[in-house]
């Protein structure tokens, strides 16, 4: 290890035709370019968690399952998360839900940030992100980048260069990244 903070970027999507692989790439080397600190793209589909399987509520932090120790373990080694998320019928993924709901203690504090995207920018599931983010105590910062993406995009899978067709939302995530590391700032102070 060499003492650099390590920044989850946490996908949102597990679906089979997703774009979220590219998009947090090119988000997590937005963040490479503002700071020292680690970006690991964490893809949910490499985290099988099935719906409701530990035995106590993740609240008293006792698993059961060796799936939920060793997310816990990824989660809690992180300095900070950003949510990178596609909007589904104006909510984020199941997929994502289930994942912050597998744990408690682990989010509490964690200073957190959420970019998403969707055919009108993931507004409003980025609103409801926040809200159950805010139960889990996590520390999110104010800026939430929201990409538009082309009908075409998502209608018809045509190809796409975040570097090109999304070039006017790097200032946005750049700013979150800044209040991302400012917030990891004070939990490192506090």
């Excluded at 990178?84 to 997929?95: E, I, K, R």
């Excluded at 980048?145 to 190809?159: K, Y």
Aim: hydrophobic share 45%; with cysteine; charged share 20%.
């Amino acid at each position: 290890m060499d003492g650099r903070s390590t920044v989850l970027l946490i996908m949102g999507s597990t679906r089979a035709s997703r774009i979220c692989p590219k998009i947090a790439e090119w988000v997590a080397g937005i963040g490479r370019s503002c700071n020292g600190h680690v970006y690991e793209v964490v893809d949910l589909a490499d985290w099988p968690l099935p719906m409701n399987d530990e035995p106590g509520i993740p609240a008293m932090g006792e698993y059961a399952q060796p799936h939920t120790r060793a997310w816990s373990g990824k989660v809690a080694g992180a300095a900070a998360v950003v949510f990178v998320t596609p909007q589904y019928n104006w909510g984020y993924p199941a997929a994502l839900k289930n994942a912050l709901d597998h744990l408690y203690r682990e989010w509490r504090d964690k200073p957190a940030a959420i970019v998403s995207y969707g055919g009108h920018g993931g507004g409003k599931c980025a609103e409801q992100l926040r809200q159950v983010a805010g139960a889990l105590k996590m520390r999110m910062v104010a800026t939430a980048p929201g990409i538009v993406l082309p009908e075409a995009v998502i209608r018809q899978g045509a190809a796409f260069d975040p570097e090109v067709d999304f070039a006017s939302y790097v200032d946005s995530i750049r700013q979150a990244f800044a209040e991302l590391n400012d917030q990891m700032g004070l939990v490192t102070k506090g």
